[in-house]
């Protein structure tokens, strides 16, 4: 199964979108058992545009990303970064990188003859010319090097590949509804739920009665039964004072939104509710505590 989350919105935030992907990254590596060396990974991860995920990161973020890309490996995950080229890739990051797909590089520049050479020296020595080879590759073409079974790097391969039969641009309406629709997940997000808040459940509950006196009489006379509805009808009077003023503007709900303890319990459920829909996402379970 294929899936595809796009963030255009982030894609001149590099900082936020490497956040969101340690985040990410992080949190799978804390929730998957350990696997070992599967003979195939259970889930893996293409970014695309990967000079995004570096640009202007800090050292404490490639340490982190290294050590992430190093040992994930253990719980069942593959990692791919596709880039124009691997100087994009800090080298720290891509040495812990076994499978190479490396289309083609032109050399029009001085520097993009740097690239090329730099790019060279990282492939394992084969019977290529790879200087030549690299720049006359064509459209689905590619040198392709993976880690063998005994973790050393295969010889390199020059490759056609397959082009997937698929559609280079947007999708109309029609033919997107058609695949929403016949998705094996559709019964279960097709529908929104909106589920009753704690705020609508605060605002629903009746106003409190107002106070009675010995005997249960709330006012004096014979008009008390009427004075006590009239209260409960105008709601409790304003206090005096600062205390009053804020009672006034915000009652009990306002009160509870200006709680400490309330922003705190807030915060908390939306970090829980952030991992349950990473785990429904990517079908990691919760941990047993």
Request: charged content about 25%; glycine content about 10%; overall charge neutral.
């Amino acid at each position: 199964m294929v899936s595809v989350l796009e963030l255009p919105a982030v894609q001149d935030r590099p900082r936020l979108f490497s956040t969101f992907l340690m985040w990410l990254l992080a949190d799978l590596y804390q929730e998957l058992p350990e696997v070992g060396d599967l003979d195939k990974p259970k889930l893996v991860f293409f970014f695309d545009e990967a000079h995004l995920l570096f640009k202007g990161a800090s050292k404490a973020f490639l340490e982190a990303i290294t050590q992430t890309v190093r040992l994930i490996r253990s719980k069942g995950i593959g990692i791919f970064f596709v880039t124009q080229t691997p100087r994009d890739v800090p080298a720290d990051v891509l040495g812990q990188l076994g499978n190479r797909v490396q289309h083609a590089l032109r050399a029009f520049t001085p520097d993009d003859a740097k690239a090329l050479k730099a790019t060279v020296s990282t492939f394992p020595r084969s019977g290529y010319d790879l200087n030549e080879v690299l720049t006359q590759l064509g459209t689905g073409e590619a040198v392709v090097t993976v880690l063998s079974e005994t973790g050393a790097p295969t010889p390199v391969a020059a490759t056609r590949l397959r082009a997937p039969q698929s559609l280079m641009g947007p999708l109309d309406a029609a033919a997107l509804r058609a695949a929403v629709d016949g998705s094996a997940l559709a019964p279960r997000y097709q529908d929104a739920i909106d589920r009753e808040s704690a705020y609508e459940k605060l605002t629903a509950r009746p106003p409190a009665a107002a106070p009675t006196g010995p005997g249960g009489a709330v006012g004096s006379g014979g008009a008390a039964g009427e004075t006590g509805e009239a209260e409960r009808e105008r709601g409790p009077a304003p206090r005096a004072g600062r205390a009053g003023q804020q009672e006034d503007e915000g009652g009990l709900i306002g009160s509870l939104l200006r709680s400490p303890a309330l922003k705190s319990f807030a915060r908390s459920a939306g970090t829980q509710l952030g991992r349950e829909i990473s785990r429904s996402l990517f079908g990691t379970s919760r941990r047993g505590r």
